[in-house]
């Protein structure tokens, strides 16, 4: 399948098949793939917490449900594989304290963060060309620390968020996506700000 294929399929699926595990060499090939994504002075600042199984179940005890959401984070639960990316902040400043990069503390944004995203996307975009189905979720904010402390994450990894990953079955839409897409013609500023026409 083509790149642009996968990205034109790419949506967020919220309905997964619990007797379809990930075959592992799906699981290894999706991580392998986020890996090769950019970072900054290739720092590389990021962790994948990978759970399947009872440890997943773990990950959906600790985390509870908003209970105006259960039905949502019931059909999420199901995903067989569940991937935490992690953001690690002192990998960046560790990499620009070396000599080459001559003692660099400030970016213009978090790369940690963005690096981190990118290695998600490229993950997200495996899981299409292997025909699997997936989403990206937000970690509960208050018990975010109380998921670290159950999988044992160091203080110094920040999660950016979790993917859930399976095969699909059939999905009611997001209500957001009543929004529509915004078009290029409402994004992309060509030459100067506010010029929209190629």
Known sequence: MEFSEVVRRRRMIRNFDPERPVPPEVRERIL??????????????????????????????????????????G????????ILPFAH?????????????????????????????????LMLLTVVDEGLAACFIGLPVPRIERIKAEF???DAFAPIGAIPIGYRLPDPPSPSLRRGRRSAAEVVHRGQWGHHEP
């Open 32 to 73: 392998a793939n986020g890996l090769h994504a950019p970072s900054a002075g290739f720092s590389q600042g990021w962790a994948f917490l990978v759970l399947e199984g009872a440890d997943k179940d773990r990950y959906w005890d600790t985390a509870g449900a908003d209970p105006d959401r259960l039905e949502w984070a």
């Open 75 to 82: 059909r999420l639960r199901k995903a067989p594989l569940l």
């Open 152 to 154: 044992g994450v160091p």
């Open 89 to 121: 902040e002192q990998a960046y400043f560790e990499r620009y304290a070396e000599a080459d990069k001559g003692g660099r503390t400030t970016w213009t944004a978090p790369y940690w963060f963005i690096d981190t995203g990118m290695a998600s996307l």
